[in-house]
């Protein structure tokens, strides 16, 4: 197995999934999507497989028992061994202590923003805070409803994070939109459109 699949991203999400409680992949894979749209769309079954695989020859993770359920395929259920647990805790250390900078495909997109021009951009970031709005509220009532249901805060503290981002970005389109209706962020050269 590649050391490469050691730096994968989603090493620290199934550690952190085994540090809760011994799975299979299959059982992996459809928590890390039931919790994240985020992982919904970046983990593939392969690519699971290919993590897990890579940890086990790590020594991350071991063999805890093999299940069957009918004529299904037998399942490998791993456990999370104790030098996976210090892998984990150290990736958790770095990333948290660390900050980075993240490059995001809106940061990429708004770096070109001045090729909208002023009616394009305003369009674009109004539609993006439409959606992004819609995406806050929703989110915000998915939190209260966990925190409703007994889940502790400790459990859901990312969502509170990425509510956190999410809102600060709503903050910034709103007053980058404000700038260019006013005039304080203009077009070099495109002073007619720049005021519209």
């Known amino acids: 197995m590649p050391r490469r699949a050691l730096d994968n991203p989603i090493v620290l999400a199934v550690l952190g999934l085994l540090l809760e409680q011994p799975s299979h992949p299959h059982q992996m894979l459809a928590e890390l999507r039931r919790r994240?749209?985020?992982?919904?769309?970046?983990?593939?079954?392969?690519?699971?497989?290919?993590?897990?695989?890579?940890?086990?020859?790590?020594?991350?993770?071991?063999?805890q028992s093999r299940e069957r359920s009918g004529n299904r395929p037998e399942r490998t259920?791993?456990?999370?061994?104790?030098?996976?647990r210090d892998e984990l805790v150290r990736r958790l250390e770095s990333q948290i202590r660390t900050p980075e900078r993240e490059f995001s495909r809106f940061l990429g997109a708004v770096s070109y923003l001045g090729a909208l021009g002023p009616r394009g951009a305003v369009d674009?970031?109004?539609e993006r805070a439409r959606r992004l709005g819609e995406r806050v509220a929703a989110d915000e009532d998915r939190l209260a409803e966990a925190l409703e249901a007994g889940v502790p805060r400790l459990h859901v503290i990312e969502a509170e994070y990425?509510?956190?981002?999410?809102?600060?970005?709503?903050?910034?389109?709103?007053?980058?939109?404000?700038?260019?209706?006013?005039?304080s962020l203009?077009?070099?050269?495109?002073?007619?459109?720049?005021?519209?």
């Open 77 to 84: 259920v791993y456990a999370l061994t104790q030098a996976g």
């Open 124 to 126: 674009a970031l109004a």
């Open 36 to 63: 994240s749209d985020h992982h919904a769309a970046a983990i593939t079954r392969g690519t699971l497989y290919n993590t897990v695989g890579a940890l086990d020859e790590a020594g991350w993770v071991a063999t």
């Open 162 to 183: 990425a509510l956190g981002l999410a809102r600060a970005e709503l903050a910034w389109i709103d007053s980058v939109i404000d700038d260019i209706r006013t005039g």
């Open 186 to 196: 203009n077009w070099p050269g495109n002073r007619e459109e720049a005021n519209a």
